[in-house]
C-alpha cells in the first residue's frame, strides 16, 4: 500500500523553495515550531510505514482451502525448494506445503479478465529464474461470485505483462545479515574517506579564493567535526555552524568570509547533487517501458524539481554576474526592501567575488561528482554484499535520486522519506521493503561511520558548541567586511 506522505513528498520535491522558506518570514520561534514539527512528522509517517512493511523473518504466501493466499513465517526452505515448512498463525504448529501451494505475490492490485471484467489479483505461479525473465504459468485471482481464489491462465487476462516478478520466498532482514558478505560490507566502508578528501580540498580551494589562509589538514579537521556533529548532535548547532564558526576563528580578519565560504560549500554540493539526480531521474523517466506507471511519475516530478532549481541557479547566477541586467530590472532596489537584508548582502557581496574565479568554481563543482559516484559506488557493494536483486547499472540511478530526496530538508536525515522512494524505485528491480530498507541503511550507516570518527578530532581538538552568543556574533558578522576582501 502507498504510503500516505509518499504523495505529499514528491509533490513537495516539484515545489520545495515555498514550503520551506515560507517559515523565514514568520516570527523567529514560529518558523523554526512549525519547520520542527513538519520536519518530525513526515519522520514518523515514512518510518512507522517503513516499519510496519518489514519483518525479521523468511515469510512465504501458502494457499488455504479456499485457494486464497496466506502470508506465513518459513521455517525451512528456500526458492528452489519443492516443500516449505512454515509455522501455522492460528495454532503455532509448523506445518508442511507443496511447493505447488506456494505462490509468487501479486505484481499489481487487479487485472482485467476477457470475460468477467475487472478482478483482484492475489498471486501467480512462476517458472524458470526469478531473476531472469520467468514465465507465468498461472495467475490467482479472487472470484466474484464465491470469493474464493481460482487460477485463470495469462492468455485469459487483457493486456497482460509481468511488470515485478516478485519471489517466492521474501527474505527476512535476519537472513539478509547472516548471509551477507563480509569483505563486501568493508569494502562499502573503505572506499567511502574519499568522500572526505574531495570535500575538504573542495572546501580548502573555496576558502584560498576568498584569500582566507587555512592549512589543508585544518581544514580536513573542521570538515570532520562539522560532519560529526551534522549526524550526531541534535538541535539548533549543526555542523555547517561550527564549521562556519571555527573557519572564522581560523581568519579573525575575514570573518564574513569564512561563513559564506561554507554556505557557498554546501550549495555547491547541493548543485552538483541536483544535477546527479535529476539527470537520473530523467534518464529513468526517459527509458522507462510505461511512462505512466508510479514509479516513471515519481522520478519525472524529481526530475522537474531539480530543473527548477537548476534554472533559479542559472537565473541567479546570470544576475549576479551581469550587472546591467540588475539596472534594466532594478533589483538593487527591490533587494533593499526584502527581508534579512544581512544575509542578503553577504550573499551577493561572496558571490561577486566568486564570480572573478570562474574556473576555479567550475572546477570545485566538477570534483563534487566523484563525491557521489563514491557514495553510489558503496552502495552497490552494500547491495552486492546483501545480494540485492538490482543490476549495477541502476545503482546510478536510483542511488542519486534517493540521496537527493534524502537531502532535502522534508524529515531529520531524510528518515521514511528515504526508504519510501528508495522501495517505488527499487521494487521494479524485484527488490522488496527488506531489500529497500537495507540499501538506505547502508548508504546511512556507512557515513555514519566515518562521521562517527569526527568525534575524535572533537575530544581531542577540545572543540566546542558554540554558545548562543557566539552563534549570535556569527550571524551579525556585517557583509561590509567582505568589501575588504
Not at 483482484?120 to 531472469?132: A, S
Not at 498461472?138 to 474464493?148: A, F
Not at 568554481?361 to 563514491?374: A, E, K, R, W, Y
Amino acid at each position: 500500500m502507498q504510503p500516505v506522505a509518499f504523495d505529499l513528498i514528491a509533490s513537495i520535491v516539484a515545489s520545495p523553495v515555498p514550503i520551506l522558506t515560507i517559515t523565514r518570514f514568520m516570527p523567529k520561534n514560529t518558523g523554526k515550531i512549525i519547520k520542527f514539527i513538519l520536519r518530525w512528522t513526515i519522520a514518523v509517517v515514512g518510518v512507522a510505514w517503513v516499519v510496519s512493511n518489514i519483518h525479521l523473518k523468511d515469510r512465504i504466501n501458502v494457499l488455504d482451502d479456499n485457494d486464497l493466499p496466506v502470508e506465513v513465517v518459513l521455517v525451512q526452505g528456500d526458492e528452489s525448494s519443492q516443500q516449505f515448512n512454515y509455522t501455522d498463525p492460528k495454532t503455532r504448529t509448523t506445518q508442511t506445503a507443496s511447493r505447488d501451494r506456494v505462490i509468487n505475490g501479486p505484481d499489481k492490485k487487479s487485472v482485467e479478465l476477457l470475460e468477467g471484467g475487472k478482478v483482484d489479483l492475489l498471486g501467480m505461479r512462476l517458472v524458470g529464474d526469478i531473476d531472469k525473465n520467468p514465465a507465468i504459468r498461472d495467475l490467482l485471482v479472487r472470484d466474484k461470485q464465491t470469493g474464493k481464489g481460482r487460477f485463470v491462465s495469462p492468455a485469459d487476462v487483457k493486456d497482460y505483462h509481468l511488470d515485478i516478478p516478485q519471489p517466492r520466498v521474501e527474505v527476512g532482514a535476519m537472513t539478509m545479515l547472516r548471509n551477507a558478505d563480509g569483505l563486501m560490507l568493508v569494502a562499502a566502508l573503505a572506499v567511502m574517506p574519499l568522500t572526505f578528501l574531495f570535500t575538504t580540498i573542495r572546501w580548502h580551494q573555496l576558502l584560498k579564493i576568498l584569500g582566507i589562509s587555512i592549512p589543508l589538514t585544518r581544514t580536513f579537521v573542521i570538515n570532520m567535526v562539522g560532519s560529526f556533529y551534522n549526524t550526531f548532535m541534535l538541535g539548533s548547532t549543526g555542523g555547517d555552524v561550527l564549521k562556519a564558526y571555527y573557519a572564522a576563528k581560523q581568519a579573525p580578519t575575514r570573518r564574513t568570509a569564512a561563513v559564506m565560504s561554507v554556505i557557498v560549500d554546501r550549495a555547491i554540493g547541493l548543485l552538483a547533487l541536483v544535477i546527479l539526480g535529476g539527470s537520473m531521474a530523467s534518464y529513468h523517466y526517459a527509458t522507462a517501458q510505461d511512462p505512466s506507471d508510479p514509479v516513471s511519475q515519481r522520478c519525472l516530478q524529481v526530475a522537474i524539481g531539480a530543473l527548477v532549481l537548476l534554472i533559479g541557479a542559472l537565473g541567479f547566477s546570470i544576475v549576479v554576474y551581469w550587472r546591467g541586467l540588475r539596472k534594466v530590472l532594478r533589483l538593487n532596489a527591490l533587494v533593499a526592501r526584502v527581508p534579512m537584508q544581512t544575509q542578503v548582502q553577504k550573499i551577493i557581496e561572496v558571490v561577486r567575488i566568486y564570480r572573478q574565479r570562474p574556473m576555479l568554481i567550475f572546477g570545485t563543482i566538477m570534483m563534487t561528482f566523484p563525491v557521489h559516484l563514491t557514495v553510489v559506488i558503496s552502495a552497490m557493494l552494500a547491495g552486492k554484499a546483501f545480494d540485492l536483486p538490482i543490476s549495477t547499472g541502476y545503482y546510478f540511478i536510483v542511488v542519486p535520486v534517493v540521496v537527493l530526496v534524502g537531502a532535502i530538508p522534508l524529515s531529520p536525515q531524510g528518515a521514511g522519506v528515504m526508504e519510501a522512494f528508495a522501495f517505488y524505485l527499487t521494487r521494479s528491480e524485484g527488490a522488496t521493503v527488506n531489500q529497500a530498507l537495507a540499501l538506505t541503511m547502508s548508504i546511512r550507516l556507512v557515513g555514519m561511520f566515518w562521521n562517527l570518527l569526527g568525534g575524535v578530532f572533537v575530544l581531542k581538538g577540545g572543540y566546542h558548541t558554540p554558545t548562543e552568543k557566539e552563534q549570535s556574533d556569527l550571524e551579525a558578522t556585517p557583509a561590509a567586511g567582505l568589501e575588504s576582501v
